[in-house]
């Protein structure tokens, strides 16, 4: 027996195995990262040991050695001057072991058919994930989430993740969409994937994906020249970007007359939130501070805001609290003629989730440090801390107590007052729901989830579900002396009876309208409505991540003052930003939404030189294969919506940490991989056409 008889079993064996394993790389991408990573690996495996076994290398260069190492060397060098060596050497250790997916699908895909077998298993699965997501997001939509959340479902993955893989599989088909010549029956399939896959990432309502599919197809359209459709998609997305109406109005209206009669005015910035006193309506109008208007609507006073006030409520007669996007608070006295002057100034201990006013007093639902209750505005260190109440999202309290909700352990809970002013825990219940709202009434408490409105009941010390309502998205209950009013996001209005353990619904008001606050006063309902474009919002100033991504990027250029040379590390930045940011900023992020930032932060500036370099040599890779390709049927399809992806990618990399993300970064070297293999073959095949 020859070495090649016994050699042979060996290489079909490995290879039928790690054919295996790359179907499960490939059907994962964007469903499963713990699939992926056992594929990847898997295969990665086979490759070396069938290297070793046969001593047959089918790795080769790339042309991407020299960035590779020197990103790499950023990365270790960085490590050792980290003010945390043991997390950025294990973050090292990630950013090593990935990069080789360029390598082993390019090793792999060592034929055009294998190549082509690889791109439609990929986008198959991709495809299947999209429509399933799509199901998901009909039901969020349907049950009024994205207005209560303000993003999509997470599926398979977080949002933003899954927003990022969606706008590859949009962009790469975009371009067999407008590049690929054949049949028109796989014209029209393509069309359809197309859309299907345009229908998802809009349902991820992900702006950073959006902007990088745009920016990704536009630029397909310029490597095309296909200049009227560019200019058209251009000036489109222009047009829906400035051109959109933004509309913020009060509302009054008489739910029992017949004519439905209504009064409204538009208001000057963004109604948030409002308290009527008498003939005057006190507006947090978000991007103008506090404004005061009388009911026909004109502006009588106007009190700016150092940041964005989002919610005023009256605290005792005479006096209002306005709080502010950020944390920080005012004390506002009502004086007459609806004049409204700030006082006092504060923030909340902690990052505050829900507000609650009751019994004269000022509560503060604080995730990260319990329950605080404010009890004089003119004093405000008089207060009563309930550090162990961490975690808690929402605070519902009347005379007799308090209701929470514990997000990090899904418990909605009951406590009453003790006699020393402490809180004794009575009964809780466990309940799972990404969204929710919490009302307590004596012994009554209603909490709205993401699917219906729960009725409990406290009965001898015990917490009990008494019945559950077909009702999503009520977000505010108002209750006067004499009725009790419901109102959902979507603009439906409910009278709630309520007596003993019996409580009725009755929807008396459909406005149709984006509710923001409303009030009960005697036979009229006042409500607050705003409408606004969540794609304009990516330039919006005042949106409320755009503030989250200014204050970390400011933040991230005062940490890089202090570590220019070589970064703090690729260590999450969680801890060292907590130390850099403003007092009153409380949340706490591990990375910076910024990809070109956060290097700076964590490789310095010499580290910053060679990612430009990478991520430079990357796009001028796939521009040299689609220029050697653009003549090749499927090839060159698939090598332009590579071109395109990594295109889309490094735009959303101005607003987003896509480079750290572990889904993505395998995406854009899968892409990459096969996009060699693609050209590899090409030369390969030209050189045997010329020896023939």
């Given at each position: 027996?020859?070495?090649?008889?016994?050699?042979?079993?060996?290489?079909?064996?490995?290879?039928?195995?790690?054919?295996?394993?790359?179907?499960?790389?490939?059907?994962?991408?964007?469903?499963?990262?713990?699939?992926?990573?056992?594929?990847?690996?898997?295969?990665?495996?086979?490759?070396?040991?069938?290297?070793?076994?046969?001593?047959?290398?089918?790795?080769?260069?790339?042309?991407?050695?020299?960035?590779?190492?020197?990103?790499?060397?950023?990365?270790?060098?960085?490590?050792?001057?980290?003010?945390?060596?043991?997390?950025?050497?294990?973050?090292?250790?990630?950013?090593?072991?990935?990069?080789?997916?360029?390598?082993?699908?390019?090793?792999?895909?060592?034929?055009?058919?294998?190549?082509?077998?690889?791109?439609?298993?990929?986008?198959?699965?991709?495809?299947?994930?999209?429509?399933?997501?799509?199901?998901?997001?009909?039901?969020?939509?349907?049950?009024?989430?994205?207005?209560?959340?303000?993003?999509?479902?997470?599926?398979?993955?977080?949002?933003?993740?899954?927003?990022?893989?969606?706008?590859?599989?949009?962009?790469?088909?975009?371009?067999?969409?407008?590049?690929?010549?054949?049949?028109?029956?796989?014209?029209?399939?393509?069309?359809?994937?197309?859309?299907?896959?345009?229908?998802?990432?809009?349902?991820?309502?992900?702006?950073?994906?959006?902007?990088?599919?745009?920016?990704?197809?536009?630029?397909?359209?310029?490597?095309?020249?296909?200049?009227?459709?560019?200019?058209?998609?251009?000036?489109?997305?222009?047009?829906?970007?400035?051109?959109?109406?933004?509309?913020?109005?009060?509302?009054?209206?008489?739910?029992?007359?017949?004519?439905?009669?209504?009064?409204?005015?538009?208001?000057?910035?963004?109604?948030?939130?409002?308290?009527?006193?008498?003939?005057?309506?006190?507006?947090?109008?978000?991007?103008?501070?506090?404004?005061?208007?009388?009911?026909?609507?004109n502006l009588l006073h106007s009190n700016p805001t150092e940041a964005p006030a989002t919610r005023i409520e009256l605290w005792k007669p005479g006096f209002v609290l306005i709080y502010l996007i950020d944390s920080r608070f005012h004390i506002g006295e009502l004086f007459g003629e609806g004049e409204i002057k700030l006082t006092a100034a504060s923030q909340t201990p902690g990052l505050t989730r829900d507000l609650e006013f009751n019994n004269s007093s000022f509560y503060t639902a604080d995730f990260d440090s319990g329950l605080t209750v404010y009890n004089n505005p003119l004093d405000l260190s008089d207060r009563i801390r309930y550090p162990h109440l961490e975690g808690i999202a929402r605070v519902s309290a009347d005379s007799s107590g308090i209701a929470t909700y514990d997000i990090k352990r899904s418990l909605?809970?009951?406590?009453?007052?003790?006699?020393?002013?402490?809180?004794?825990?009575?009964?809780?219940?466990?309940?799972?729901?990404?969204?929710?709202?919490?009302?307590?009434?004596?012994?009554?408490?209603?909490?709205?989830?993401?699917?219906?409105?729960?009725?409990?009941?406290?009965?001898?010390?015990?917490?009990?579900?008494?019945?559950?309502?077909?009702?999503?998205?009520?977000?505010?209950?108002?209750?006067?002396?004499?009725?009790?009013?419901?109102?959902?996001?979507?603009?439906?209005?409910?009278?709630?009876?309520?007596?003993?353990?019996?409580?009725?619904?009755?929807?008396?008001?459909?406005?149709?309208?984006?509710?923001?606050?409303?009030?009960?006063?005697?036979?009229?309902?006042?409500?607050?409505?705003?409408?606004?474009?969540?794609?304009?919002?990516?330039?919006?100033?005042?949106?409320?991540?755009?503030?989250?991504?200014?204050?970390?990027?400011?933040?991230?250029?005062?940490?890089?003052?202090?570590?220019?040379?070589?970064?703090?590390?690729?260590?999450?930045?969680?801890?060292?930003?907590?130390?850099?940011?403003?007092?009153?900023?409380?949340?706490?992020?591990?990375?910076?939404?910024?990809?070109?930032?956060?290097?700076?932060?964590?490789?310095?500036?010499?580290?910053?030189?060679?990612?430009?370099?990478?991520?430079?040599?990357?796009?001028?890779?796939?521009?040299?294969?689609?220029?050697?390709?653009?003549?090749?049927?499927?090839?060159?399809?698939?090598?332009?919506?590579?071109?395109?992806?990594?295109?889309?990618?490094?735009?959303?990399?101005?607003?987003?940490?896509?480079?750290?993300?572990?889904?993505?970064?395998?995406?854009?070297?899968?892409?990459?991989?096969?996009?060699?293999?693609?050209?590899?073959?090409?030369?390969?095949?030209?050189?045997?056409?010329?020896?023939?």
């Open positions: 027996m020859n070495l090649t008889q016994t050699i042979s079993p060996v290489i079909n064996k490995f290879d039928r195995v790690l054919f295996a394993f790359i179907l499960i790389f490939l059907a994962s991408m964007t469903n499963s990262i713990f699939l992926n990573q056992i594929g990847y690996f898997g295969a990665l495996f086979l490759i070396l040991a069938r290297w070793y076994k046969t001593r047959e290398n089918k790795f080769f260069r790339t042309g991407l050695e020299i960035p590779f190492i020197l990103f790499l060397t950023a990365e270790l060098v960085s490590a050792l001057f980290s003010i945390n060596q043991s997390q950025a050497f294990t973050i090292f250790f990630k950013r090593l072991v990935l990069i080789p997916v360029v390598y082993m699908i390019a090793a792999s895909a060592d034929s055009d058919e294998k190549a082509k077998l690889y791109f439609k298993v990929f986008v198959v699965a991709a495809l299947l994930t999209v429509v399933v997501y799509l199901g998901i997001a009909y039901r969020h939509y349907i049950l009024q989430l994205y207005r209560l959340e303000s993003k999509g479902p997470s599926v398979f993955q977080y949002v933003m993740t899954a927003g990022g893989l969606m706008s590859f599989i949009v962009i790469i088909l975009f371009a067999f969409l407008v590049n690929e010549k054949t049949e028109l029956k796989y014209r029209v399939l393509i069309m359809i994937s197309f859309l299907i896959s345009s229908a998802a990432l809009i349902s991820s309502y992900t702006r950073a994906a959006w902007l990088g599919a745009f920016a990704g197809i536009l630029f397909i359209l310029l490597i095309k020249k296909y200049w009227k459709l560019l200019t058209l998609l251009a000036g489109a997305f222009i047009l829906l970007l400035f051109v959109s109406e933004k509309e913020s109005k009060i509302w009054s209206i008489n739910p029992d007359s017949i004519e439905k009669e209504q009064i409204s005015f538009n208001t000057e910035g963004r109604a948030v939130s409002f308290y009527k006193s008498g003939s005057f309506i006190y507006v947090a109008d978000y991007e103008k501070g506090v404004s005061v208007y009388n009911m026909s609507g909605l809970s009951v406590y009453e007052y003790d006699n020393d002013e402490s809180l004794k825990l009575i009964d809780t219940v466990t309940v799972k729901t990404p969204t929710y709202y919490v009302w307590k009434f004596g012994q009554t408490l209603l909490f709205q989830t993401d699917k219906n409105l729960l009725h409990f009941q406290l009965q001898e010390d015990s917490l009990t579900k008494i019945d559950e309502y077909d009702i999503q998205g009520i977000f505010r209950i108002d209750k006067s002396d004499s009725s009790m009013f419901g109102a959902t996001v979507g603009g439906r209005f409910y009278n709630i009876g309520l007596n003993n353990e019996e409580i009725k619904f009755d929807l008396i008001l459909d406005v149709g309208k984006n509710i923001t606050d409303f009030a009960s006063d005697g036979n009229r309902l006042i409500y607050s409505t705003l409408k606004l474009n969540r794609l304009a919002s990516i330039i919006d100033p005042y949106h409320e991540t755009n503030i989250e991504r200014l204050h970390l990027w400011r933040t991230g250029f005062k940490i890089l003052a202090d570590y220019p040379l070589f970064g703090v590390g690729d260590i999450d930045l969680g801890q060292i930003y907590s130390e850099y940011k403003p007092e009153y900023v409380k949340e706490n992020y591990g990375h910076l939404h910024n990809n070109y930032i956060h290097f700076l932060v964590i490789l310095g500036i010499a580290g910053f030189i060679i990612v430009v370099y990478l991520l430079y040599s990357i796009f001028a890779l796939n521009l040299k294969i689609y220029k050697h390709l653009k003549d090749i049927p499927f090839s060159s399809s698939y090598s332009l919506g590579t071109l395109g992806a990594f295109t889309g990618f490094l735009v959303s990399g101005l607003a987003e940490w896509n480079f750290g993300d572990q889904e993505i970064i395998t995406m854009v070297w899968f892409t990459l991989g096969l996009n060699i293999a693609f050209y590899k073959t090409y030369i390969r095949d030209g050189i045997n056409r010329n020896r023939e």
